[in-house]
């Protein structure tokens, strides 16, 4: 174990041959985290964190060397300019869908943002941090999107319709919405029976686990005022 400690101390020293290897360590970093963006189709992918994760370490590398040879040169500064510039990159692999309501891409920009954070701490000769970096990384990914999952499907929502039997009643359901049925984006719109007297209402309504949509549209059925209700898309 002193002996591996030791080769480490050895990697931090700055010369032809530990610049490779922070070289190759960087794309090995990068290729291990886009493996799995690869894996599920993201915009993001292998070569992608490999090619972030190499810049960074080069940039890293330079920002040394600089430092070395001009004597009062801030290695950090270069740093700091990869990690503003690959905010920009990450910008690209965020999407809006449904109408600008759903993001996404958010979990891939922030990966690459990561992937260039462990590019510049291999760069910069820290090997332990970039390594326990990428294995907290890649279990973000993996383990933390099952949990992830999970928790979305016990927050479930859909989009209701219900038809009121009076304009009057308006206020009292969306009371009744908010508080009951943890309703959100509650609009009230024209009647689709078309009946001069009754008034619709649009709303995103959650669905606790193992409640049929059905069953949800019985619920809100029963609830007075309400003349008939439906799923919308």
Not at 62 to 80: F, K, M, N, V
Not at 154 to 172: G, I, M, P, T
Not at 189 to 201: I, K, N
């Amino acid at each position: 174990m002193e002996m591996v400690w030791e080769v480490i101390e050895e990697l931090r020293e700055l010369n032809v041959v530990t610049m490779i290897i922070r070289i190759f360590l960087a794309a090995l970093a990068g290729g291990i985290v886009g493996l799995e963006r690869g894996f599920h189709g993201r915009a993001a992918g292998l070569r992608t964190h490999m090619l972030v994760c190499l810049g960074a370490a080069l940039t890293a590398l330079i920002g040394c060397y600089l430092s070395i040879e001009l004597g009062g040169s801030d290695p950090q500064r270069t740093g700091a300019q990869v990690m503003s510039g690959v905010g920009f990159l990450g910008a690209g692999t965020i999407l809006l869908k449904k109408g600008n309501s759903q993001i996404t891409g958010l979990t891939t920009a922030a990966g690459l943002w990561a992937t260039a954070a462990i590019g510049l701490s291999i760069g910069y000769g820290l090997y332990e941090a970039a390594i326990v970096t990428v294995f907290v990384v890649v279990t973000a990914f993996t383990l933390m999107s099952r949990v992830e999952f999970r928790m979305n499907r016990k927050r479930q929502r859909a989009f209701f319709y219900l038809e009121l039997d009076n304009v009057n009643s308006v206020k009292e359901m969306i009371d009744i919405l908010s508080a009951e049925y943890a309703a959100v984006e509650i609009q009230v719109t024209p009647a689709r029976s078309g009946h001069p007297e009754h008034v619709g209402m649009e709303a995103l309504i959650r669905i606790p686990p193992k409640v049929t949509v059905n069953a949800k549209i019985q619920k809100l059925e029963s609830l007075q005022h309400v003349i008939f209700a439906l799923q919308i898309s």
